[in-house]
Every structure is written in structure tokens, then in C-alpha cells.
């Protein structure tokens, strides 16, 4: 499974992004996806997670109720829809997939290249 992730770029605060993670290979569309994201200085932290149907999601406390992650299995595409953003959203946001569906990173079997989402106060 290769992962590209797309559609970072500069924001201002509150407004929304929609960033995007296409997946290649037979298996994409059975893996669980993941978003993570790394500001400067500080460790890579789960964002959303979304199971192989989309019939599962999860978030982390930081961004529930403001980020969307859903899944379009036709395309192999994940998408998080990124909406009331704020400065310290700021950060490299990669996509993961694995079988296994949760917030711990090292479970995850393959990497996106990462895409950069600035939010400017």
C-alpha cells in the first residue's frame, strides 16, 4: 500500500481546509486509515481515524466536533475535512493505514509523505 497525502496550504483562523490521502494498491480498501500530525518541536500526535467500511470513526479531543474524516473506497481516498481552524492546528499532517483502527501510531503499517497545513491567526 502507497499512500499520498494532498491539500495542505495556508488558512486563517476559522476558516476551513480539506486535506486528502489517495492509496494505492488492492488492499488499500481494507485497511483502517489514520491522520497524524506533527508541529514544529513537538511529537506526532493522532488526529482521526476512520475503519476499512467508514463504518467507525475516531477523534482526538483536540479537534472533535471541528474535523470530519470519511472515506471514498471507489476513489481510495480519505479525506479530513478540517473546518474552524485554529493556530494550533498548525502542523505536517500525515495519512497511515493499517488493519488496525485506533490512535497509536506505531500500529500503522504504511505512510503518506505528509502535507503542511498553515492556520495564520
Known amino acids: 500500500v502507497q499512500l499520498q497525502a494532498s491539500g495542505g496550504g495556508l488558512v486563517q483562523a476559522g476558516g476551513s481546509l480539506r486535506v486528502s490521502c489517495v492509496g494505492s494498491?488492492?488492499?488499500?480498501?481494507?485497511?483502517?486509515v489514520g491522520w497524524f500530525r506533527q508541529a514544529p518541536g513537538k511529537e506526532r500526535e493522532f488526529v482521526a481515524a476512520?475503519?476499512?467500511?467508514?463504518?467507525?470513526?475516531y477523534y482526538a479531543d483536540s479537534v472533535k466536533g471541528r474535523f470530519i474524516i470519511s472515506r471514498d473506497n471507489v476513489k481510495n481516498t480519505v479525506y479530513l475535512q478540517m473546518n474552524s481552524l485554529k493556530p494550533e492546528d498548525t502542523a505536517v499532517y500525515y495519512c497511515?493505514?493499517?488493519?488496525?483502527?485506533?490512535?497509536?501510531?506505531?500500529?500503522?503499517?504504511?505512510w503518506g509523505q505528509g502535507t503542511l497545513v498553515t492556520v495564520s491567526s
Open positions: 476512520i475503519s476499512w467500511s467508514g463504518g467507525s470513526s
Open positions: 494498491g488492492r488492499r488499500f480498501s481494507w485497511n483502517s
Open positions: 497511515a493505514a493499517s488493519i488496525y483502527s485506533g490512535s497509536d501510531s506505531g500500529r500503522y503499517d504504511y
